[in-house]
């Protein structure tokens, strides 16, 4: 299974690589063989001694080599550190930054042709939820124009905005139909994301068509990680 954190604007350099140091001596010792991935700040960014199943990437990058792009980070950055993971679509560069499908489908194509693994995350609002499930389908599959689904190294996450930091998870059945539904069109690996925590986690990972989560705030916390890791590995 894929099981992602997502630190968002949290975590320094130094606690970040302190982060890293825990994580891998418990995978060290636990042998887990989950695909582990976490998306520091840019500024924590580095070559990182950990084992191969642990990738850190990018929670997001413009698409460009180089160029006249003031705060944002490109290809030459990344390849600093030679990473090779990107976060595109998160619904907090949508909403807050107003990243339009076309913006994203530009990022999208731009790190599939540099061979990047990314995680491109889709979600509806609470409106579009109280709407019923074929409004949130329509939305989410939306959210997929310009996407090449057969590109071999997506991930896509499922991320409904009404659940992200609000301690509200969607429910089991939510999720389990949700999903359900994306699967006829998404054959990627899809994990759900929003308030995930480690009580939660069996359950969510317990659903047919989840293949893992991406986390936020619970994650942001080492030993909480390292206990969804270990839930995974008991499944
Ligand atoms: P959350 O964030 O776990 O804090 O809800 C999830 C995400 O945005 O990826």
Redesign the pocket.
């Known amino acids: 299974m894929i099981i992602a954190s997502?630190f968002?604007t949290n975590h320094t350099r130094q606690s970040t690589c302190a982060y890293l140091d825990t994580l891998q001596q418990f995978t060290e010792k636990s042998g887990s063989r989950q695909d582990i991935l976490v998306f520091p700040p840019a500024t924590a960014l580095d070559r990182f001694s950990v084992a191969s199943n642990i990738r850190v990437g990018v929670q997001n990058a413009y698409p460009v080599d180089k160029g006249s792009f003031t705060g944002e980070i490109g290809l030459e950055q990344i390849d600093e550190f030679g990473l090779r993971t990107i976060l595109i679509g998160?619904?907090?560069r949508r909403h807050i930054f107003g990243e339009t499908q076309a913006l994203c489908a530009k990022k999208y194509d731009y790190f599939k042709s540099k061979g990047f693994e990314i995680v491109y995350?889709i979600g509806e609002p609470e409106e579009v939820r109280k709407a019923g499930i074929d409004a949130v389908v329509d939305y989410n599959l939306e959210q997929l124009e310009g996407i090449d689904l057969s590109y071999e190294k997506l991930i896509v996450?499922y991320?409904p905005v009404w659940?992200?930091?609000?301690g509200l998870s969607a429910s089991v059945a939510q999720i389990d139909e949700t999903h359900r539904r994306l699967r006829e069109t998404i054959k990627a690996p899809l994990l759900y994301?929003?308030?995930?925590k480690p009580e939660t986690t069996k359950e969510i990972l317990e659903i047919e068509n989840c293949d893992g989560v991406?986390?936020?705030?619970?994650?942001w916390n080492v030993d909480n990680f390292c206990r969804m890791i270990e839930i995974a590995d008991s499944l």
């Open positions: 997502n968002k998160h619904s907090e995350c996450a991320e659940a992200i930091g609000t994301g929003g308030s995930v991406l986390v936020g705030t619970a994650s």
